[in-house]
């Protein structure tokens, strides 16, 4: 089940992300362990705040967690072709699974719910973006249909800054 994530979810987030920088960094990536530390939990809270972070619980356990927000200033110039024009779509940021729940559904099931939410918003497609070594998230992203639309290069991170970029629109 996914839901809008609270304050009182930020512990058991911080698990989420703590494990998934850890699986980042075994798997050879700097992603998310680089020198602008993005993401903090610091970052979640402001999700919160903004009603953009939802978690997946699986038997009354937070299992995974991400960010579902709007426009995203990084997406404005890329390197290549979005699928669509102007500023109607969900960025999908920051998913995070933790080890417990690892390759058991958690991140399909939070991006499934991104459709369904994008579609309620009447938004016509969802844009997300990962680090070009990042093959489990390019794998799951080309088996739920999304399309790979070139890359951006993050203005405000220092190492390895370029993301490939994909979007999949609602029908
Ligand atoms: C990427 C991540 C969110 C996937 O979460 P998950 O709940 O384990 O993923 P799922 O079980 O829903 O699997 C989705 C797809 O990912 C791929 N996948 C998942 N685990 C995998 C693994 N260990 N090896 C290879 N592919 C894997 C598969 O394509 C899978 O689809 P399939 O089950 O139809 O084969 C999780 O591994 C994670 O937290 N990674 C670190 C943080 C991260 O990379 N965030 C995204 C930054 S852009």
Request: neutral net charge; hydrophobic residues 35%.
């Amino acid at each position: 089940m996914v839901r809008l994530a609270t304050m009182e979810d930020i512990d058991s987030i911080a698990i989420c992300l703590n494990d998934a920088k850890r699986f980042l960094k075994a798997s050879g990536l700097i992603q998310w362990n680089g020198p602008s530390g993005n993401p903090e939990i610091e970052t979640y809270i402001e999700d919160i705040k903004r009603r953009h972070c939802y978690v997946c619980v699986r038997d009354g356990v937070i299992s995974g967690v991400a960010t579902f927000m709007g426009h995203e200033n990084e997406y404005d110039q890329p390197l290549g072709n979005w699928l669509t024009n102007g500023n109607n779509y969900t960025t999908i940021h920051r998913i995070a699974v933790c080890d417990k729940a690892r390759s058991q559904g958690v991140a399909t099931e939070l991006m499934r719910f991104a459709e369904v939410f994008t579609k309620n918003t009447g938004r016509v497609s969802i844009r997300i973006d990962t680090h070009p070594e990042n093959l489990i998230v390019q794998t799951m992203l080309k088996s739920l249909g999304y399309t790979y639309c070139g890359y951006v290069i993050y203005s405000y991170i220092p190492v390895e800054p370029k993301r490939l970029i994909y979007e999949k629109l609602m029908k």
